[in-house]
């Protein structure tokens, strides 16, 4: 049933991945380690999952709660790297990519709450049979 609305508010937060992971480019926070690259990575994959384990809500109430998480962790070291960021001429603007993880976080939110809406609608017509 990928026709659900939670399957929608899902894929919008993938996508929000996917536009922090092309325009998160020029965010440098470590040298060694891609953080920003490696969590949108991992946000599409557990995104993708979600998507896919429509038949098992509380995996996907799991996967989504996860997602949260990261998505939270990864706005904190955007803040950090805005706070950290100067002004001058090779960045004249900051950037926008705090914006990408906090619409994800609101759109994996509606997302569970339709998902226990579904889980609430199963056990009350299980109660009837």
Known sequence: MLQRIQTIWTLLAVLAAVFLFITGQDVVISDSIPV?????????IIGSLSVFSFKNRKRQILLN?????????????????????????????????????????????????????????????DRLR
């Open 36 to 44: 920003l690259n490696i969590g949108c990575i991992i946000l599409v």
């Open 65 to 125: 709660t996860i997602s949260i998480i990261i998505n939270a962790l990864l706005i904190g070291v955007l803040a950090y790297w805005l706070l950290n960021l100067s002004g001058g001429i090779q960045f004249p603007e900051k950037g926008i990519e705090p914006i990408f993880p906090l619409i994800a976080v609101i759109c994996l939110l509606i997302a569970n709450v339709y998902i226990r809406k579904d889980e609430r609608l199963v056990k009350s017509v």
